[in-house]
T-cell receptor, first 116, second 112 residues
């Protein structure tokens, strides 16, 4: 149980284009999903908290107009990187929370974004 | 300010050589402490959640323990497939959504 998928696993795009990444909880409903960014040999950096049916909460320093998050259902959240530039190249990982007392987070496999 | 510190940064073990990783935390209140393992190019894989001091959990060659100030991840008789970065994270009551604060990780390498 507690499986989270991400799509695509890898994407290469040209500078100036927008890229959408999907995150799905496959076997449980996730009221809350999280989006992280990870640079090589570094730990995870939280970008935003996404709650179903409401606006995402962004961490300090993360541009909300650059990284659009939509959490339209209890099993799907999307991250759109708008007008991507080479500095946006990174490993993006989502997680989904089981909620309740234990509130455990389960992570997707990640998406490698390369902007040329 | 809440802090999560993992040590050592890197750990190199011979196959079968048991060892421990440390995660010390300074938080205003602990809701849960989480251990994950991460392989290169993949998302973190959930290992354990600990909620109260004195709690212990085991899974195969791994055992996690928790005190009021720190957690240990014990690796018993490791195999090369146990090589990974081990991540510790905490959640606190101050965030109602269960946001996690991660340590920097310990890179574990097990050689045959």
């Amino acid at each position: 149980g507690a499986v989270v998928s991400q799509h695509p696993s890898r994407v290469i795009c040209k500078s100036g284009t927008s890229v959408k990444i999907e995150c799905r909880s496959l076997d449980f409903q996730a009221t809350t999903m999280f989006w992280y960014r990870q640079f090589p040999k570094q730990s995870l950096m939280l970008m935003a908290t996404s709650n179903e049916g409401s606006k995402a909460t962004y961490e300090q320093g993360v541009e909300k107009d650059k990284f659009l998050i939509n959490h339209a259902s209890l099993t799907l959240s999307t991250l759109t990187v708008t007008s991507a530039h080479p500095e946006d190249s990174s490993f993006y990982i989502c997680s989904a929370s089981t909620g309740g007392h234990y509130n455990e987070q389960f992570f997707g496999p990640g998406t490698r974004l390369t902007v040329l | 300010e809440d802090q999560v510190t993992q040590s050592p940064e890197a750990l190199r073990l011979q196959e079968g050589e048991s060892s421990s990783l440390n995660c010390s935390y300074t938080v205003s209140g602990l809701r849960g402490l989480f251990w994950y393992r991460q392989d290169p190019g993949k998302g973190p894989e959930f290992l354990f959640t600990l909620y109260s001091a004195g709690e212990e959990k085991e899974k195969e060659r791994l055992k996690a323990t928790l005190t009021k100030k720190e957690s240990f991840l014990h690796i018993t008789a490791p195999k090369p497939e146990d090589s990974a970065t081990c991540l510790c994270a905490v959640s606190t009551p101050t965030d109602s959504w269960g946001k996690l604060q991660f340590g920097a990780g310990t890179q574990v390498v097990v050689t045959p």
